[in-house]
């Protein structure tokens, strides 16, 4: 996201279209922060032909090298997979097996249609990847995760520093790898001053003069003195301390969190204005479950107070005080999980949203005066707010248990202290990344015991991710100048003699293609009426999209005008921060009275992701995205449309899950069906419910409502792709040629692609957080979930009805 503006406005609030699982590479590197991410990538095999000999080569002598060559390179990879794998004693049934035992008759049959075959190193690589990753002894009907990405799995084991491995990892790496080149380059040869602030920042946060070993926790400690102390440092008076002023100072003016979130976003009910919005927030650990359920989670919250007092101590606590003091503020943020409102129960936007004055806010939650904390806020950027300026609260009921809670502490001295330690702490955690390794090292337990893994990655990668949360599109500049001018590696070699106009217009026609097959599968739903029909038909038309880049990136003037007033000095990474945090504030309440962008980005051109917003009705998908395994223009367009266009059909389908549909074709909230139809979509939307609520990994359940938005989108995405590819193919058969060594038909190369996008592997901490947490499905179920559901799955894969992957009853929304 661009800055840390997007943080603080998303701030783990509402889980309203979280763009992906939880990934612990998103954590501050050291920090408890549990945010969300994904990450990808492909495995490259590399095919050179000789040059020297080949001159004196006849052309059909030509032809039998190239054939020969491709041969004996498929063959020895397919022998090495074979060789470092567990010996099968059970016959293999050819009819799923790829390498047929003749592949020589296999390769020349192919070459009966000259022009069907490409030859080409991209083609070579593409079937040497896929090769690389099915299980051809795992039926596709049985389970076709397994069959897709089972070799996959088998050689790509997660690496020690991480908690989870994924196609999505190893895109994101590269994507890093590309970034961290162009940082690299000497300042002078920067573009923009914008550049020059990434450089700048990456460098404060490598630290190569070790300047924030040197200061320990001095940053930190100079903090906690301006803004009045912290009983566990030693420095606190009690008698002069007020929570209002402890509320303004940290969640105003160092952005930090408190027991609510607040931010400026578009309101819902007119999404052409800004609006406040207040929500609830305030636990450290990613779920209320994590407190709540003490049994289950025993050693993650002994490990969480371990940290807290690692970090106490570090700061000059005495370690028997600090855990007593940190016991006090576990019990009460146990209090705030006990008051917050499960993420499942939120999903109804109409039900949440409550527009009302600051005036009724201050008798709904009067345990701080509003008025006063919003006006502190906004004389930053010289603003005043009145009593009868509207807000927008998603959590009243939260809001109202809250003033219980802090009246009933803040009414004794002992729970002073108490609220005060808290404020002080979410202060603290979010800052210890930017300290020295002790702080660092002293989250690795947590990490442990949240994601399976301790960490230990490379600073650089830490520091470009860091890099791109703060000064996101000088970095996107930068890194699109390295993709299409530049050596960009093999991955982006198609866009290499392209400009991004020519790159991205094939995967514009793939979104309208998309478009156009979602619409005409609105013909076939039967539980929709005739009107609601023709206002969805309305809302898919009006959908726009963004692809690549925003183009003011590669205007200097403009770039550096984003970011003018942000200050960024050498070694002097932790004030970078601070710094940074309030500039994005700052940026963030100026919105307020301004009209809404609806071109403005929230994800950077490096981003291996993609969204959609229902304010804009609008879908994007960055630059990071769009490359193989996703999409490349020299891929079959069965790949591009299984992977790429499958990310694009879900992100439209988001348009129409069950907090999409409440929003109409302009961005507004507001019931645009009428009833009866309402009714029927959520009796077809059940099905699902109950479809996702029996897949578990380790005894653990999907929760299929929680995650029903996300799997409406997998679904449809699905659906709507698979249907363009067919309209494609049947206009452009002659051009999609076949992959060499490869026995499938375009078809089946379409899921084949979309199932190889989803191959990864998880901790088993990861997977419990994830199935506890995300609003996604684990990858395993979203491939094999949506397959059940489409019928044409089964026809293309001959899957006998009642097969696992062919199930008698589907399920259908759109």
């Avoid at 990934?23 to 050179?48: K, L, P, Q, R, V």
């Avoid at 806020?377 to 998603?394: D, L, M, W």
């Avoid at 206002?535 to 003011?552: C, H, R, S, V």
Wanted: glycine share 6%; proline share 3%.
């Amino acid at each position: 996201m661009d800055s840390i503006t997007d943080n603080i406005r998303m701030l783990m609030t509402k889980s309203k279209y979280k763009h992906a699982e939880l990934d612990e590479d998103t954590t501050s590197m050291g920090s408890a922060h549990i945010t969300e991410g994904i990450s990808t990538s492909a495995t490259h095999i590399h095919y050179y032909p000789s040059t020297s000999f080949w001159k004196l080569r006849s052309l059909l002598e030509k032809c039998l090298i190239i054939l020969n060559c491709i041969l004996l390179f498929l063959v020895f990879l397919f022998g090495c997979l074979l060789g470092s794998s567990e010996k099968v004693t059970t016959t293999v049934n050819t009819s799923y097996d790829v390498m047929h035992a003749d592949l020589k008759t296999q390769i020349f049959n192919n070459l009966a249609d000259h022009s069907s075959l490409c030859l080409d190193e991209k083609c070579v690589r593409t079937a040497a990847t896929i090769l690389a990753s099915v299980d051809t002894r795992v039926d596709p009907c049985e389970d076709f995760y397994q069959f897709t990405c089972g070799s996959w799995i088998k050689h790509n084991p997660i690496p020690d520093a991480k908690a989870s491995w994924s196609m999505f990892n190893i895109l994101d790496l590269q994507n890093n790898f590309i970034v961290k080149n162009a940082l690299e380059k000497p300042i002078t040869s920067m573009k923009s001053k914008a550049e020059q602030k990434a450089k700048t920042y990456y460098m404060s946060c490598m630290d190569a003069n070790e300047t924030i070993e040197g200061l320990g926790a001095k940053p930190l400690l100079e903090l906690l003195d301006k803004v009045g102390g912290w009983s566990i440092s030693g420095k606190f008076n009690i008698s002069s301390w007020r929570l209002q002023r402890t509320v303004e100072t940290l969640m105003i003016d160092y952005s930090m969190m408190g027991f609510f979130s607040w931010y400026v976003s578009e309101d819902d009910r007119n999404s052409s204005r800004y609006t406040i919005v207040v929500d609830q927030s305030g636990l450290t650990l990613p779920t209320r479950d994590n407190y709540l359920n003490k049994t289950a989670n025993e050693k993650l919250l002994s490990t969480y107070l371990d940290y807290m007092t690692k970090i106490g101590v570090l700061i000059g606590g005495d370690e028997k005080s600090t855990k007593e003091h940190m016991r006090h503020v576990i019990q009460f943020e146990t209090e705030l999980a006990n008051i917050t409102e499960k993420d499942e129960d939120r999903r109804d936007e109409e039900h949440i949203y409550n527009r009302m004055t600051v005036a009724e806010l201050e008798t709904l939650a009067p345990f701080i005066s509003w008025h006063s904390f919003f006006n502190q806020a906004f004389r930053k950027v010289q603003r005043k707010i009145t009593p009868q300026e509207n807000v927008v609260v998603y959590a009243p009921n939260y809001l109202k248990q809250l003033t219980l809670l802090v009246n009933e502490y803040n009414s004794t001295t002992d729970g002073k202290i108490v609220l005060n330690n808290y404020l002080v702490w979410q202060t603290v955690k979010a800052l210890t990344g930017y300290l020295s390794k002790a702080f660092r090292d002293a989250y690795k337990g947590l990490r442990k015991a949240l994601f399976g893994s301790e960490g230990g990655e490379e600073p650089w990668k830490f520091c470009v991710s860091d890099t791109n949360s703060v000064l996101g599109f000088a970095l996107g500049a930068m890194y699109v100048r390295e993709v299409f001018n530049g050596n960009s590696k093999p991955m982006y070699q198609s866009a290499l003699l392209l400009t991004s106009k020519q790159y991205y217009a094939q995967a514009e026609d793939m979104i309208n293609n998309i478009r156009q097959a979602f619409k005409t599968n609105l013909l076939s739903l039967k539980w929709m009426d005739k009107e609601t029909f023709k206002l969805a038909e309305n809302k898919a038309d009006a959908i726009t999209d963004m692809i690549g880049f925003p183009n003011y990136i590669m205007d200097t003037k403009k770039l550096d005008e984003k970011y003018e007033d942000l200050e960024v000095r050498e070694n002097e990474y932790f004030q970078n921060n601070i710094r940074a945090s309030w500039h994005s504030l700052k940026v963030l309440l100026k919105e307020l009275d301004q009209p809404v962008n609806k071109t403005k980005w929230s994800m950077t051109p490096p981003t291996v992701n993609a969204y959609y917003t229902p304010t804009k009705n609008q879908i994007v998908f960055p630059a990071g995205i769009l490359q193989a395994p996703f999409y490349d223009i020299k891929q079959q367009q069965a790949l591009n449309y299984g992977g790429m266009g499958v990310v694009m059909g879900h992100e439209l389908t988001h348009a129409f899950d069950d907090q999409g549909r409440e929003y109409d074709k302009n961005g507004n909230l507001h019931q645009w069906w009428n009833n009866d139809t309402i009714a029927r979509f959520k009796e077809q939307a059940e099905c699902f419910v109950h479809q996702y609520n029996n897949y578990s990994i380790n005894g653990i359940s999907v929760n299929g409502k929680r995650t029903l938005g996300e799997n409406i989108a997998d679904n449809g995405g699905l659906k709507a792709a698979f249907h363009a590819y067919l309209q494609w193919s049947k206009q452009n058969a002659k051009k999609e040629h076949h992959l060499p060594a490869l026995n499938y038909t375009h078809k089946q190369l379409f899921f084949i692609g979309f199932g190889q996008v989803w191959c990864s592997t998880t901790t088993e901490e990861a997977t419990k957080l994830l199935l506890e947490k995300d609003a996604h499905s684990p990858a395993n179920f979203r491939v094999v979930g949506p397959l059940m559901n489409l019928p044409e799955f089964s026809e293309v894969w001959n899957c006998p009805l009642g097969s696992k992957m062919n199930p008698v009853n589907k399920c259908e929304v759109w």
